[in-house]
């Protein structure tokens, strides 16, 4: 299986991903009151909407071509916290609706590969269906325990604000400047790289286990 052929046939389930990811953010928002990604057409499956050139284009096509796997990210669905009744518990339930997206994504990749491997006969289309799930299933899984982590602007880090004490949140908020260097930081010094790999091994793990491929 050539390289172009690789990435052709992950961009579909990285693409996916990312743009899931942000929908249901910005549904998730619209749900708890607040119509801003509504209004600017954000709550679409229409990957244009969401693309970055870098994150959700540049960045994946690098990583496929040097580690033969898959990451990126979409423009942040935008979210005014002043429409919603809760703000502080609401952004929260907004923050997580991304990780849970990836999650529920990577169940959908797990039925994909889980298909192929006992219906579809060996050949070019069951390799294909194989190599497309399981980046699904991996790229969501990344996507998923990344932003988990509790560091703002990422989505464990709002998360934590919405679960903090009022006084302690306004003083986290603070730490987001500073935030994304910050895993630019982990993630040179192959530091990230040690926090996340066990987590993402573990329910690699357990998807696997669930679904009888482990």
Do not use: C
């Not at 998730?28 to 607040?34: I, R, S």
């Not at 679960?163 to 730490?175: D, N, R, Y």
């Amino acid at each position: 299986m050539d390289l172009t052929y690789k990435i052709l046939l992950a961009l579909p389930a990285v693409i996916s991903a990312i743009t899931l990811h942000e929908v249901s953010h910005g549904w998730v928002a619209y749900k708890l009151g607040d119509s801003t990604a509504k209004d600017l057409g954000r709550i679409t499956v229409n990957p244009v909407k969401h693309m970055d050139l870098i994150g959700t284009v540049l960045m994946p096509l690098v990583m496929i071509v040097f580690t033969g796997m898959a990451f990126g990210y979409a423009k942040p669905v935008p979210v005014d916290v002043r429409n919603f009744e809760h703000p502080q518990k609401d952004m929260a339930l907004v923050a997580l609706a991304g990780p849970i997206s990836n999650l529920i994504m990577a169940i959908f990749w797990m039925l994909v590969l889980v298909i192929s491997l006992k219906l579809v006969p060996n050949g070019m289309l069951g390799d294909a269906l194989q190599y497309m799930a399981g980046v699904g299933v991996i790229i969501n899984i990344v996507l998923m325990v990344v932003n988990f982590l509790p560091i703002l602007p990422l989505d464990g880090g709002r998360v934590l604000m919405g679960v903090l004490p009022f006084k302690w949140a306004v003083m986290f908020t603070k730490t987001e400047r500073f935030g994304f260097l910050f895993v630019i930081l982990l993630l040179f010094t192959g530091i990230l790289d040690k926090i996340l790999m066990p987590m993402v091994q573990m329910v690699q793990k357990n998807l696997f286990s669930l679904f009888g491929l482990g």
